[in-house]
């Protein structure tokens, strides 16, 4: 077997820019190697898997490999067992699940349903498992290939075509099935003949299940098969885009997109070798990203600990999931750009903590995943509980409206814990203050009376002292207290007994500008 090498400081990328974003990337050097020809890229949404062809072989024979990410970087890619790599696949008709741990490809192995089959395997230990065909009704007497999976792997695109072989396909339409509540699957619907023309083949659903890219050659083409995008609007696919800017007059068809959406994966000619490129996708065409939120629900032990989880798109006011961790603790989501989140989890258990977390995914630049890990624990003397969610309106002690959730879920607990006492804290960084209301953020006034004496002249034109009592006003922004007993009073409101509160605020200087918080939580006390 030939080897794959990481040559030392070639670099990541092909073209860059100084400023923004590449237009081509080339992956790293563990999978482009001068001497080895890569083809047909399939990541996971997550990013974290690769799936690709190579000649790395004594034979010179295509073969299946797969990497995954370790640290951010990738490991050394290792060829697919046997029982994945068969002469009798269609050689690049593969695919990854969301997370990366389930390949799904298409072979004429037996058992079998009829000619090309969609089959699955599992990632397990450190290789992949036996493969299970998906049977009917996506499998038929005829020939199915290039499974393209929606994030949560409940919608399915494929192609069923009337003739194929290892190395291509012919007269082929492209249809989609969703997956019934008992875990079987619907019969496939062909997707619209403004996308199936004839020859429609290998789709790929991007994560945000409404952008879908596939390849024909019955459309005006540059020649052989071409990559075309279409979008799902208001429950109809849109005509179909070509894709130009990666187009060539050769058949340009198998690639794939990443959860975040900015890069298109495609193999293109090197100087000597096939190499595996990112594309840079046009705003005008590129799929909304989708961030991947990832994490643990368990108590301080590190037991999974029953708890519900809640997703709510703060901009619609809909809630977007409702469930479970899963058996092992472990929760798993795609939030879609352009919107923010709220999350919450929630303890079976009343008297325990709860975890809450807002995500903006409004902004040009979202990240690729973010992880939390949320501890619940019983609430006890010396434990501080962020509230990290509570807002004010503008220059003001008037709660906003959007955080009422969060304070119901702190009463909740509240009302479990009748021998505690909680003090609400709200501490300012960023004081300010001047003599004039000169900042709308100046809204307390104080006024301080200062007496003092000054020289005056009598009407016998002796000199004598003379008091007198000046008033000096001051205004800054230091509502700390009033914000805190603002939480209290609608604590109160919710049933809880003012007794078992207390509040304290605190303002000191910010030493830049751009250092100016507000932290407020609630500091458990004996009673």
């Not at 339409?173 to 496939?188: A, C, L, M």
């Not at 003949?193 to 991007?206: D, H, K, L, V, W």
């Not at 008037?398 to 955080?403: F, I, T």
């Not at 006034?445 to 034109?461: A, F, K, P």
Request: charged share 25%.
């Amino acid at each position: 077997m030939k080897y794959f090498l990481t040559l030392f400081s070639l670099g990541m990328f092909s073209a860059t820019t100084l400023m923004g974003q590449a237009k081509v990337r080339k992956l790293p050097n563990t999978i482009n190697h001068p001497s080895i020809n890569v083809y047909a890229p399939y990541m996971s949404f997550d990013a974290n898997a690769l799936l690709f062809l190579s000649d790395n072989n004594e034979d010179n024979a295509l073969s299946i490999y797969y990497t995954f990410k370790e640290n951010a970087d990738w490991k050394d890619p290792v060829v697919a067992p046997k029982n994945v790599n068969s002469k009798f696949n269609f050689l690049r008709g593969y695919a990854l699940s969301a997370d990366g741990k389930k390949m799904y490809f298409s072979s004429l192995k037996s058992p079998g349903v009829g000619g090309y089959d969609i089959l699955m395997s599992e990632f397990k230990g450190n290789t992949w498992s036996e493969p299970q065909n998906f049977g009917v009704p996506i499998n038929t007497k005829g020939n199915e290939a290039t499974p393209s999976f929606t994030f949560d792997g409940n919608t399915l695109y494929f192609m069923r075509c009337d003739k194929m072989n290892a190395d291509k396909a012919e007269a082929c339409k492209i249809f989609v099935t969703k997956k019934k509540s008992t875990g079987q699957w619907e019969e496939p619907v062909e997707l619209p003949a403004t996308i199936n023309t004839g020859n429609s083949q290998t789709p790929r659903i991007m994560a945000d299940g409404e952008t879908l890219i596939f390849s024909s050659d019955k459309f005006q083409s540059k020649g052989g098969m071409d990559l075309y995008v279409t979008k799902l609007v208001n429950g109809n696919w849109n005509t179909p885009v070509p894709l130009d800017f990666v187009n060539t007059d050769k058949d340009d068809q198998y690639v794939s997109v990443n959860a975040l959406g900015r890069y298109l994966l495609k193999d293109a000619q090197g100087v000597k070798k096939s190499e595996i490129l990112e594309y840079l996708i046009p705003d005008v065409i590129r799929p909304r990203g989708m961030m991947k939120l990832s994490g643990t629900v368990k108590d301080p032990t590190g037991a999974v600990i029953p708890a519900y989880v809640s997703v709510v798109d703060l901009t619609t006011k809909k809630r977007i999931f409702n469930g479970r961790p899963a058996a092992d603790g472990s929760i798993l989501l795609y939030l879609m750009e352009g919107s923010k989140y709220e999350l919450t989890i929630d303890p079976e258990q009343s008297e325990f903590s709860y975890y809450s977390k807002q995500f903006d995914l409004t902004s040009d630049k979202i990240p690729q995943g973010e992880k939390v890990a949320a501890v619940l624990k019983r609430v006890e003397v010396g434990d501080e509980l962020a509230l990290d969610l509570v807002k004010f309106k503008n220059y003001s002690d008037e709660l906003d409206p959007s955080c009422y959730d969060e304070l119901k879920r702190l009463a909740r607990v509240i009302k479990k814990s009748p021998q505690l006492k909680f003090e609400v804290q709200v501490l300012l960084t960023g004081y300010l203050e001047d003599s004039v209301q000169s900042n709308p953020d100046l809204t307390e006034r104080v006024q301080e009376s200062i007496q003092t004496q000054y020289d005056d002249i009598d009407s016998l034109g002796q000199l004598y002292k003379h008091d007198t009592v000046i008033v000096r006003t001051t205004y800054n922004n230091d509502r700390t207290l009033l914000q805190a007993q603002a939480i209290i009073n609608y604590l109160v409101s919710q049933g809880i007994d003012a007794s078992s509160l207390g509040s304290f605020g605190n303002a000191i200087a910010a030493t830049l500008p751009e250092n100016k918080k507000t932290v407020i939580r609630v500091a458990v006390r004996k009673k």
